[in-house]
Structure formats: C-alpha cells, structure tokens
C-alpha cells in the first residue's frame, strides 16, 4: 500500500547549521506530496508542498523538491534556529489515496543556541 | 481567516465513559477530516466527510465510533464506551475539495486521556 518514510529522530543541531530530513515514498498515481510541522501543543501546520514531478515547495527558508525517479521529498533548510524546534511530517494525497494524506512517522527536531 | 476550531482541547475521562469532541472547519471549506494521532507517530484518517456525507469512514472503529455532520459544517467524534487503547490526540481538517491537490489545514486537536 501506500506509505511515507522519514528519518528517524530526534534530531539535534546547533543554531545556524544546515537540516536535512530524509523523506521517502511509495504511491499509486501521482500524488502531491506536503511537509507539516507541529509545534509543542499545537497542531498541524502546513510548512510546504509540491504537486508534480520537479516541483520544489519553499517557505520560511525551507524546501523540498518532489523527485518522482527517487521517489523522494527531502526537506532542507541552510540555517536553522532554535525557533525551528517541532516535529515535521512529510504527507502525500492524490486521487488514488481518496483525497486523504498519508503521513510519515515524524522526526523531531531540537535546535540548541 | 479564523481557522479550523476544535473543542475541548484536552479531556480525561475513565475507561468505559463517552466522550465526544467537536469541530468547526473553516468557512467554506465542503470537505472535513478526522484524523487519529498516537503518541510518536503521523496521524491517520478515521473519516472524511464531502458537505454532509461520510465519503469514507472504512477506518472508523464502528463499534464504538461514530461521527455527524450536520447541516454539512460542524462535525461531532464520539466514542462510546472509550477504551484505554483510545488515549491520543483526535485532529479536524478541512479542505475546499476542488481538486485532487486541494490542502488540509488542521485544527489544534483534542488530547484525549482514558484512565
């Protein structure tokens, strides 16, 4: 069936170093694929997505770009800071999931001044 | 823009007691979501509702789960009896479902503990 991989957390880096958090898929179709992050004691927030093939999703310093031949959506930042300290989650939802999105685990991300 | 709204936002109850939790999607949005959340892991869907129908309810525990959508905006989770196995976070969504790309956006969640 359908499903995400992330990379297993926590995470843990210094302010101002670069993030990587590994994203991987396996979908029927062509689905969107989607970062949300979730801040200690709130609920989800879209951080990013991208619809098709090449597409690359940015917002607040972040980005991912949907490669359809690794079957991949990684999501990368240049420099992080202690106010970046959430769990992500990389999502995918077309037509073939029923318009629902199936999430990855999450990883956990702390960021020390 | 008010944003998805979800009530209460953390309850505690006993095995064996109902509960329920509430939701009002943002306006205008025809398409709603329930999503279960386990400690540690990415939510997972129990229903979504099209305005007033549940579209798909196929992960929806029916024995002690059931949910409503009147009137095709707010929306009602139940559990009756709730179990231990039951303790996590329960997440609205909603959507303007116009297209196969349309973007969920979450309320804050109830934070269910059973006791």
């Known amino acids: 069936g359908d499903s995400v991989t992330q990379m297993e957390g926590p995470v843990t880096l210094s302010e101002e170093a670069c993030l990587t958090i590994n994203c991987t898929y396996t979908a029927t179709g062509y689905p969107s694929l989607f970062w949300y992050v979730q801040y200690p004691g709130e609920g989800l927030q879209l951080l990013l997505k991208a619809t098709k093939a090449d597409d690359k999703g940015s917002n607040k310093g972040f980005e991912a770009t949907y490669r359809k031949e690794t079957t991949s959506f990684h999501l990368e930042k240049g420099s992080v800071q202690v106010s970046d300290s959430a769990v992500y989650f990389c999502?995918?939802?077309?037509?073939?999931?029923?318009?629902?999105?199936?999430f990855g685990q999450g990883t956990e991300l702390s960021v020390k001044p | 823009e008010a944003g998805v709204v979800q009530s209460p936002r953390y309850k505690i109850i006993e095995k064996k007691q109902p509960v329920a939790f509430w939701c009002n999607p943002i306006s205008g949005h025809n398409t709603l979501y329930w999503y279960r959340q386990n400690l540690g892991q990415g939510p997972e869907l129990l229903i979504r509702?099209?305005?007033?129908?549940?579209?798909?309810d196929s992960q929806l525990p029916k024995d002690r789960f059931s949910a409503e959508r009147l009137k095709g905006v707010d929306s009602t989770l139940k559990i009756q009896p709730a179990e231990l196995g039951d303790s996590a976070v329960y997440l609205c969504?909603?959507?303007?479902?116009?297209?196969?790309?349309?973007?969920?956006?979450f309320g804050p969640g109830t934070r269910l503990t059973v006791l």
């Open positions: 999502a995918l939802s077309g037509y073939n999931q029923g318009g629902k999105l199936i």
């Open positions: 509702y099209e305005n007033e129908e549940a579209v798909d």
């Open positions: 969504a909603s959507s303007f479902r116009d297209s196969n790309t349309d973007t969920q956006y």
